[in-house]
């Protein structure tokens, strides 16, 4: 068996939940950050307490994910038309990466503020009112949690709101622990501490979420998934000569695509040996837009063309 580039995966679509669910679940979810955003920042500016603006600003892209989700879920929907042969599947990390790049950006902001209240810190702050807010926010990033993975857990919008959230909940943990210590001992500096953590979490968060897109748009395989052993798969497969030119990449979130060429071992029709192939990575690997251009092996026996033509070396499936 020889792989010249193994890189792309199958476009099987498992979604357990329809889009239009998917949304409502996401918008409730909105709806809890939106309100809750809004009061942490009034209570932020009244307590002068940089943690709680970091972590609103934080929810800012939380309530801006979902909303992207919301939007990028429908327009994923649309089917295969003109120029887009694959559909829209990519809408899905392209505003996932703007999601994480955004992220990135108000991490660095914050970071900024943090390390100047570190050196001067504000006298202010009030550690009862910090404490408070972020247990309610704690509540609350566990309800936006709940409803969020009521969705389609397979898109990476929806993963990425999910990281979010998480790394919300976090926050809040680390900004009750700073208001705790501000009432206990008084030490202010606990405030910009929290916010620096905050940051730290947010660059993460968007880190993963950049390197995540950056992967369907560069198509790569699958993550997990080992390209040549699959090609080894391939070849093992009774009636498959040699599998050249290998390609798996991603569609987008759920959506892998594969194309190869097969030779294939007289007297083993092109297009039994192909089907099979096709059910292996579908059942196998989660597969479901395959390109098999199938010859015979031995082209004396069988003319190579007359088998690709008759069987379809050329194949394009719709994308959903």
Do not use: K
């Not at 949304?23 to 209570?43: D, G, P, T, Y």
């Not at 900024?112 to 309610?136: C, E, F, K, M, Q």
């Not at 497969?237 to 390609?247: E, I, K, P, S, T």
């Amino acid at each position: 068996m020889r792989h010249a580039g193994a890189v792309s995966h199958d476009h099987a679509h498992s979604h357990g939940v329809s889009a239009q669910t998917d949304r409502r679940w996401l918008l409730a979810a909105l709806s809890v950050i939106v309100v809750f955003m809004a009061c942490e920042v009034v209570a932020g500016v009244l307590a002068h307490s940089l943690a709680l603006i970091t972590d609103a600003g934080h929810m800012v892209t939380d309530a801006a994910a979902i909303a992207v989700a919301v939007i990028a879920a429908r327009i994923a929907q649309r089917p295969a038309q003109g120029a887009y042969t694959y559909g829209f599947a990519r809408v899905d990390a392209l505003s996932a990466q703007l999601n994480g790049m955004t992220l990135l950006l108000l991490a660095a902001w914050f970071a900024v503020l943090g390390v100047r209240r570190l050196i001067d810190p504000v006298t202010s702050v009030h550690g009862g009112v910090v404490g408070v807010v972020a247990v309610v926010g704690v509540v609350v990033n566990l309800l936006a949690t709940w409803l969020t993975g009521r969705a389609n857990r397979e898109s990476l919008n929806v993963r990425g709101v999910l990281g979010h959230l998480l790394t919300d909940l976090w926050a809040f943990l680390d900004t009750f622990v700073a208001g705790i210590v501000i009432v206990v001992t008084g030490w202010v500096r606990a405030d910009a501490v929290a916010s620096l953590v905050v940051a730290a979490l947010m660059t993460w968060t968007g880190w993963r979420l950049v390197r995540a897109a950056g992967r369907v748009f560069l198509e790569a395989a699958p993550r997990g998934l080992d390209t040549y052993r699959l090609g080894e798969t391939m070849a093992a497969v009774d009636g498959v000569a040699q599998v050249h030119d290998l390609h798996v990449w991603q569609l987008g979130s759920g959506a892998d695509a594969l194309s190869a060429h097969v030779l294939v071992s007289p007297p083993y029709d092109c297009h039994e040996v192909s089907g099979r192939l096709r059910t292996l990575l579908a059942e196998d690997y989660g597969i479901g837009h395959v390109t098999l251009q199938a010859d015979h092996a031995d082209a004396a026996e069988h003319d190579a063309g007359d088998c690709a033509e008759a069987h379809g070396d050329v194949h394009i499936a719709e994308s959903q």
